[in-house]
């Protein structure tokens, strides 16, 4: 069985929260940032399993890379602030943890990928590998096709150090001037927007493919880029920067404003991490080191690539066999084909839907396309936290304020990485007449939610979308996410008053069902857990069961050890990283804790409280976009949603029941703090033999037939 070990460290410091944990936490408590590190490896993981196909495991390659740049951008600069003894012990448990990943990640792609993809005749090869005639295929393409792009750069008096980007891979080496008897330091940095891997045909057999890496290419045809001069101590290496930008915000006049200039300075934040490709001279990299004041804990000599981001693109090699099968995410068969129909089936019962099992577009873009449309909609207000690029629902929110409707949007303009993005939806919304507002101040609006207000007869009826999962098409293929349509005035009533509120800056939303944060969702939460615990000690059924992404939260991390200690049975299911402790006598004995690794990234939230009844239609389920942690509970808006029909419940018992089956994409918490990957037992079928993702496609396919 594979394992990923969780390493106990000082608790000295909750991350970011610089809260003190309460008493008696500390036995149970894992430190978040190696919980994060453990969850990479279960990414990792899947490049390193045979059963995955084989172009499939470079795409997790470049996943943990790409997880791994997150990581440092957010987490490093964070841990580099405060440089007490607890704080640089964390990191050197970090690095201590990190390095032998890291080599088993380059490990993967020279011994895996590599001899993997030449038996289908693919052929990845570095420039030394490639012969004369390829060499000089290569060198022609680089005279028309990369050099017009490049940016040859030397360090001396006269030219100064030169602005290294965010994520940029440079070739950094020493020039020597014959002539002048000089040396200097020279720099050409990869440019990001060209195909990092160039396709050569000569001296391969037809059918056969060789691909070399740009870096490669450029490496090979330096000396034209400085002719004349003798070149050495080549380093190939890529730098990562500071993401954590802190400006004021109390007395912000011009919100939007404020975020340009979040976006400007963050290009220039610190350097937290250097990476070099083996071979790196160590002048240059002693130089680089000290250029950004790191420290040698910061630098990571890499094995065979400094990036592994690129993998993605070999996604588009043509051979199906050595991917996962397409999966075509299915429309509702209850759902009438006509656009307008979808309120008509909403009125008739509220229904869930689960992407990417089903389609995404035909039920949530639809829904606001078809109001966008539909003469009796009045008004349409929506939340917007990552969009896209080519957003469907800005289209159709632009086409329905064009048409006259009222539109509303809360666009969160300060959502990590996408504030460029939502910044120009956001004038693009405000162009056509929508109202366009950025929530409420010191708070980022995490909320999933859409409203539709149309006119029936006399009346207003109001119609409502609450997810887990973002507005955003492309994701929505690729996340697990579960959204609720209702038009139930218990909950279309708390929706229109959260709109209210954020459009209005009302002081707090009246919202009697629906569970908001900061306001409402941690009390609630919390009375939840309790209430179990008072079932079990009364002698009544109880059980909790949580599915999430991370679990952090101090006080709900202590309420479940209550419930646990009085022997309530806690089942959750937290894919990213997870700060307490199972199995821990004493404190959570009666918890047990899983995470799902598969081909979609598991995002759902879905919260199941028995509440004294053994059938799961009788007991209570939420679902909604805020995970167990601080941040989500104190620190945004976020919506979490009771779900009321029976069938519906069954419906989401149906999803938790499969996960807690799983024995092919779990992996298992034990109280020594290693995850462990289940193995279907010999014989095991459905989801104990396939996992949850197939499980759960079966079941689609299935139900899409009936």
């Given at each position: 069985?594979?394992?990923?070990t969780?390493?106990?460290?000082?608790?000295?410091?909750?991350?970011v929260?610089?809260?003190?944990?309460?008493?008696?936490?500390?036995e149970?408590?894992?430190?978040?940032?190696?919980s994060?590190?453990?969850?990479?490896e279960r990414?990792?993981?899947e490049?390193?399993?045979?059963?995955?196909?084989?172009?499939?495991?470079?795409?997790?390659?470049?996943?943990?890379t790409?997880?791994?740049?997150?990581?440092?951008?957010?987490?490093?600069?964070?841990?580099?602030?405060?440089?007490?003894?607890?704080?640089?012990?964390?990191?050197?448990?970090?690095?201590?943890?990190?390095?032998?990943?890291?080599?088993?990640?380059?490990?993967?792609?020279?011994?895996?990928?590599?001899?993997?993809?030449?038996?289908?005749g693919?052929?990845?090869r570095?420039?030394?590998?490639l012969?004369?005639?390829?060499q000089?295929?290569?060198?022609?393409?680089?005279?028309?096709?990369?050099?017009?792009?490049?940016?040859?750069?030397?360090?001396?008096?006269?030219?100064?150090?030169?602005?290294?980007?965010?994520?940029?891979?440079?070739?950094?080496?020493?020039?020597?001037?014959?002539?002048?008897?000089?040396t200097?330091?020279?720099?050409?940095?990869?440019?990001?927007?060209?195909?990092?891997?160039?396709?050569?045909?000569?001296?391969?057999?037809?059918?056969?493919?060789?691909?070399v890496?740009?870096?490669?290419?450029?490496?090979g045809?330096?000396?034209?880029?400085?002719?004349?001069?003798?070149?050495?101590?080549?380093?190939?290496?890529?730098?990562?920067?500071?993401?954590?930008?802190?400006?004021?915000?109390e007395?912000?006049?011009?919100?939007?404003?404020?975020?340009?200039?979040?976006?400007?300075?963050?290009?220039?934040?610190?350097?937290?991490?250097?990476?070099?490709?083996?071979?790196a001279?160590?002048t240059?990299r002693?130089?680089?080191?000290?250029?950004?004041?790191?420290?040698?804990i910061?630098?990571?000599?890499?094995?065979?690539r400094?990036?592994y981001?690129?993998?993605?693109?070999?996604?588009?090699?043509?051979?199906?066999?050595?991917?996962?099968?397409q999966?075509?995410?299915?429309?509702?068969?209850?759902?009438?084909?006509?656009?307008?129909?979808i309120?008509?089936?909403?009125?008739?019962?509220?229904?869930?839907?689960?992407?990417?099992?089903?389609?995404?577009?035909a039920?949530?873009?639809?829904?606001?396309s078809?109001?966008?449309?539909?003469?009796?909609?009045?008004?349409?207000?929506?939340?917007?936290?990552?969009?896209?690029?080519?957003t469907?629902?800005?289209?159709?929110?632009?086409?329905?304020?064009?048409?006259?409707?009222?539109?509303?949007?809360?666009?969160?303009?300060?959502?990590?990485f996408?504030?460029?993005?939502?910044?120009?939806w956001?004038?693009?919304?405000?162009?056509?007449?929508a109202?366009?507002?950025?929530?409420?101040?010191?708070?980022?609006?995490?909320?999933?939610?859409?409203?539709?207000?149309?006119?029936?007869?006399?009346?207003l009826?109001c119609y409502?979308?609450?997810?887990?999962?973002?507005?955003?098409?492309?994701?929505?293929?690729?996340?697990a996410d579960?959204?609720?349509?209702?038009?139930?005035?218990?909950?279309?009533d708390?929706?229109?008053?959260?709109?209210?509120?954020?459009?209005?800056?009302?002081?707090r939303?009246?919202?009697?069902?629906?569970?908001?944060?900061?306001?409402?969702?941690?009390p609630?939460?919390?009375?939840?857990?309790?209430r179990?615990?008072?079932?079990?000690?009364?002698?009544?059924?109880?059980?909790?069961?949580?599915k999430?992404?991370q679990?952090e939260?101090?006080?709900?991390?202590?309420?479940?050890?209550?419930?646990?200690?009085?022997?309530?049975?806690?089942?959750l299911?937290?894919?990213?990283?997870?700060?307490?402790?199972?199995?821990?006598?004493g404190?959570?004995?009666?918890i047990?804790?899983?995470?799902?690794?598969?081909?979609?990234?598991?995002?759902?939230?879905?919260?199941?409280?028995?509440?004294?009844?053994?059938?799961?239609?009788?007991?209570?389920?939420?679902?909604?976009s805020?995970?167990w942690?601080?941040?989500?509970?104190?620190?945004?808006?976020?919506?979490?949603?009771?779900?009321?029909?029976?069938?519906?419940?069954?419906?989401?018992?149906?999803?938790?029941?499969?996960?807690?089956?799983d024995?092919?994409?779990?992996?298992?918490?034990?109280?020594?703090?290693?995850?462990?990957?289940?193995?279907?037992?010999?014989?095991?079928?459905?989801?104990?033999?396939?996992?949850?993702?197939?499980?759960?496609m079966?079941?689609?396919?299935?139900?899409?037939?009936?």
């Amino acid at each position: 069985m594979a394992t990923a070990t969780a390493t106990m460290a000082s608790i000295g410091e909750l991350g970011v929260l610089n809260k003190s944990l309460p008493e008696g936490l500390e036995e149970v408590w894992i430190d978040r940032d190696l919980s994060w590190l453990d969850f990479n490896e279960r990414v990792l993981a899947e490049a390193l399993d045979e059963r995955v196909p084989l172009l499939e495991r470079a795409k997790f390659l470049a996943i943990f890379t790409s997880n791994l740049d997150e990581f440092f951008m957010k987490r490093w600069a964070v841990l580099r602030e405060s440089d007490n003894e607890g704080q640089r012990a964390l990191r050197e448990a970090l690095r201590e943890k990190l390095i032998p990943t890291l080599d088993r990640q380059g490990e993967c792609y020279r011994d895996v990928i590599k001899p993997g993809l030449a038996h289908h005749g693919v052929f990845l090869r570095y420039w030394h590998e490639l012969t004369p005639r390829q060499q000089e295929e290569a060198g022609k393409y680089f005279d028309s096709n990369v050099s017009p792009a490049l940016m040859p750069l030397v360090i001396d008096p006269v030219h100064p150090f030169p602005f290294i980007s965010n994520l940029s891979t440079s070739l950094v080496f020493r020039v020597h001037d014959v002539t002048k008897g000089e040396t200097m330091f020279a720099r050409v940095k990869v440019p990001e927007v060209l195909k990092q891997w160039v396709s050569l045909t000569a001296d391969i057999e037809p059918g056969q493919k060789l691909l070399v890496p740009l870096y490669e290419v450029i490496h090979g045809n330096l000396d034209k880029l400085y002719s004349g001069m003798e070149i050495s101590g080549i380093t190939i290496m890529r730098l990562t920067r500071d993401a954590e930008v802190e400006l004021d915000e109390e007395h912000v006049t011009d919100y939007r404003a404020l975020v340009k200039e979040e976006i400007r300075k963050r290009r220039y934040e610190p350097v937290v991490r250097l990476e070099f490709r083996p071979g790196a001279d160590p002048t240059i990299r002693e130089l680089l080191r000290e250029r950004f004041k790191l420290d040698e804990i910061d630098l990571y000599d890499m094995r065979e690539r400094v990036n592994y981001i690129p993998l993605f693109e070999l996604m588009a090699l043509p051979f199906p066999k050595l991917k996962d099968p397409q999966w075509a995410p299915l429309a509702p068969a209850f759902l009438p084909k006509s656009p307008g129909a979808i309120f008509g089936a909403i009125q008739a019962t509220d229904f869930l839907v689960h992407h990417p099992y089903d389609s995404f577009d035909a039920t949530v873009e639809r829904f606001i396309s078809a109001a966008a449309d539909d003469p009796q909609t009045v008004a349409i207000k929506m939340t917007a936290y990552r969009v896209g690029d080519d957003t469907p629902f800005v289209k159709s929110l632009i086409h329905a304020a064009e048409r006259g409707k009222q539109v509303a949007c809360v666009m969160e303009i300060k959502a990590r990485f996408d504030e460029e993005r939502n910044l120009h939806w956001a004038a693009e919304l405000e162009r056509v007449g929508a109202h366009v507002t950025f929530g409420v101040s010191g708070l980022k609006t995490h909320a999933k939610t859409a409203l539709v207000v149309r006119k029936e007869g006399d009346h207003l009826r109001c119609y409502a979308h609450i997810g887990t999962g973002n507005y955003h098409v492309k994701t929505a293929r690729l996340y697990a996410d579960c959204g609720l349509f209702t038009c139930d005035p218990r909950l279309t009533d708390d929706v229109v008053n959260l709109f209210h509120h954020l459009t209005g800056h009302s002081d707090r939303p009246h919202c009697s069902t629906l569970l908001v944060a900061p306001l409402t969702m941690r009390p609630k939460l919390l009375d939840l857990v309790h209430r179990e615990t008072k079932h079990k000690r009364a002698g009544r059924y109880a059980r909790i069961v949580a599915k999430m992404n991370q679990l952090e939260d101090p006080e709900m991390i202590e309420a479940l050890c209550e419930a646990s200690n009085a022997g309530v049975e806690i089942d959750l299911i937290v894919r990213g990283f997870c700060c307490l402790r199972p199995g821990v006598p004493g404190h959570s004995e009666n918890i047990r804790i899983r995470s799902i690794i598969g081909r979609f990234l598991e995002h759902s939230r879905i919260f199941y409280f028995a509440n004294g009844h053994h059938d799961p239609g009788k007991g209570e389920f939420f679902i909604g976009s805020a995970d167990w942690m601080y941040r989500n509970l104190s620190k945004r808006i976020e919506i979490v949603t009771p779900v009321f029909d029976s069938h519906l419940k069954h419906r989401l018992w149906e999803i938790l029941d499969i996960n807690l089956r799983d024995k092919r994409e779990a992996w298992v918490l034990s109280s020594d703090g290693k995850y462990t990957q289940l193995r279907p037992d010999e014989g095991a079928t459905g989801a104990e033999a396939v996992g949850t993702q197939q499980t759960l496609m079966n079941l689609a396919v299935e139900r899409a037939s009936e």
